[in-house]
T-cell receptor, first 115, second 113 residues
Framework: AQSVTQPDIHITVSEGASLELRCNYSYGATPYLFWYVQSPGQGLQLLLK??????LVQGIKGFEAEFKRSQSSFNLRKPSVHWSDAAEYFCAVVLSTDSWGKLQFGAGTQVVVTP | GAVVSQHPSWVICKSGTSVKIECRSL??????MFWYRQFPKQSLMLMAT?????????EQGVEKDKFLINHASLTLSTLTVTSAHPEDSSFYICSAGENYEQYFGPGTRLTVT
């Protein structure tokens, strides 16, 4: 079945430490890939996206993600987290064959940042 | 970047009444808008795809007579929750699409008492 999987429901990381959030997808063809962040009670903000080309994508707020076709993964990373990075992170995909561009979301990963 | 607004940001209504939520794309024209529902600590669930000038397409299991969507212009889509009940209480988020990217509104918290 087609799906987007975020294996980690909850991650706790110390401020200044590195962060990696996992995302795997299961589709017949490589979809368009996105990472969004949601602060409590807010809408979603796009961190970065991958359509094609260079598999290492730079985003806003110091985030980057790497697309690995062989692993069907699109993991999000940040070298040094800040307290303001505490939020919910969603991986999402759009099938390239979907003319409307409907997003399919993973379950999300809650990131807690400790002092 | 593109900006999408929602109004109201929160609303409390009595059971049996209807509530309208507006979604506007402020600096671009959006042929397609999407409506999502989000329960606490859960992911976003797509409710419907709204296309300007045509009927919305609802996801399986979403009652189209209860959640009325109107996309009257390229910058405005509305979601009306009709005869609201407490189980309709949720966080509703809209987004507007452009070139396979979606820009999200800040969400509307609906509480039905």
């Amino acid at each position: 079945a087609q799906s987007v999987t975020q294996p980690d429901i909850h991650i706790t990381v110390s401020e200044g430490a590195s962060l990696e959030l996992r995302c795997n997808y299961s589709y017949g063809a490589t979809p368009y890939l996105f990472w969004y962040v949601q602060s409590p009670g807010q809408g979603l903000q796009l961190l970065l996206k991958y359509f094609s080309g260079d598999t290492l994508v730079q985003g806003i707020k110091g985030f980057e993600a790497e697309f690995k076709r062989s692993q069907s993964s699109f993991n999000l990373r940040k070298p040094s987290v800040h307290w303001s990075d505490a939020a919910e992170y969603f991986c999402a995909v759009v099938l390239s064959t979907d003319s409307w561009g409907k997003l399919q979301f993973g379950a999300g990963t809650q990131v807690v940042v400790t002092p | 970047g593109a900006v999408v607004s929602q109004h109201p940001s929160w609303v409390i209504c009595k059971s049996g009444t209807s509530v309208k939520i507006e979604c506007r794309s402020l600096d671009f024209q959006a042929t397609t808008m999407f409506w999502y529902r989000q329960f606490p600590k859960q992911s976003l669930m797509l409710m419907a795809t709204s296309n300007e000038g045509s009927k919305a397409t609802y996801e399986q299991g979403v009652e189209k007579d209860k959640f009325l969507i109107n996309h009257a212009s390229l910058t405005l889509s509305t979601l009306t929750v009709t005869s609201a009940h407490p189980e309709d209480s949720s966080f509703y988020i809209c987004s507007a699409g452009e070139n396979y990217e979606q820009y999200f509104g800040p969400g509307t918290r609906l509480t039905v008492t």
